[in-house]
């Protein structure tokens, strides 16, 4: 998911071994992170320990945040507590369970709205949304630089196909879109100038009612006397 560190089954394997608080990032917090690359796969050492350290500095940042929202539910049960004590008298307390859960909705929607406008609020929550998208981009560089070594395509080659493949889509689209509109136009000239050569030739052609020459009578050529 968006909102997770680890895509798909990846993640579900590592909810085996433990979640952020769990015993699945404690082995991360000793000598490891701290151990020096050696070897032709330094590199991919080095890379390793990066994520390591930024899954670290994420799971603080949400044990951070989960402190945070913590006092949310603690400022709800004043609250409560307060409006229970306003009604002034038992004959003024909710007398049904929805009653009671409308009350308690109300006050823990006052509460967060509290504290999601604190300073620390804030501050826990950007830390956690940082932490996370670079934990998705390591372990993204990370995948990338495997599936190349592998010879098949990485996500930013495919992100690059995948622009190019929308640019000539777009490209086409417009050509289309510039080839009908000249069709068209075309069309409407060869059109225009075929109905003016037809209006030229109904123009000259000689009207049925106007009177016709006789024609011309040939005379015999006079013979020779003999």
């Keep these: 998911t968006a909102c997770s560190m680890m895509p798909g089954d990846m993640e579900k394997a590592f909810r085996d071994i433990g979640g952020l608080q769990g015993t699945g990032y404690q082995p991360l917090s000793g000598d490891w992170l701290s151990t020096p690359t050696l070897g032709y796969t330094r590199e991919t050492q080095a890379e390793a320990q990066r994520l390591g350290q930024l899954w670290l500095e994420h799971a603080q940042a949400a044990q951070a945040y ?3 929202l ?6 709800a049960a004043e609250l409560l507590r307060k409006k229970l004590l306003a009604h002034g008298g038992e004959s003024a307390m909710p007398d049904t369970l929805r009653a009671c859960y409308d009350l308690w909705v109300e006050c823990a929607e006052e509460a967060y709205a509290e504290v999601s406008l604190s300073e620390a609020f804030t501050h826990a929550q950007a830390k956690l949304t940082n932490s996370l998208m670079a934990v998705k981009r390591q372990e993204q560089k990370m995948v990338d630089e495997t599936l190349g070594a592998l010879n098949m395509p990485t996500r930013r080659e495919l992100d690059t196909s ?3 493949l929308h640019q000539l889509q777009r490209q086409v689209w417009q050509l289309q879109q510039t080839l009908d509109d000249t ?7 060869e059109v225009a100038a075929l109905q003016r050569q037809v209006s030229e030739l109904v123009a000259a052609r000689p ?15 006079p013979k020779n006397a003999t």
């Design 70 to 75: 913590s006092h949310v539910v603690t400022r």
């Design 207 to 221: 009207s049925a009612t106007s009177p016709s020459t006789p024609p011309a009578r040939r005379t015999a050529a």
């Design 66 to 68: 989960a402190e945070v």
């Design 183 to 189: 069709g068209v136009r075309e069309l409407r000239e």
């Design 162 to 164: 995948h622009r190019r």
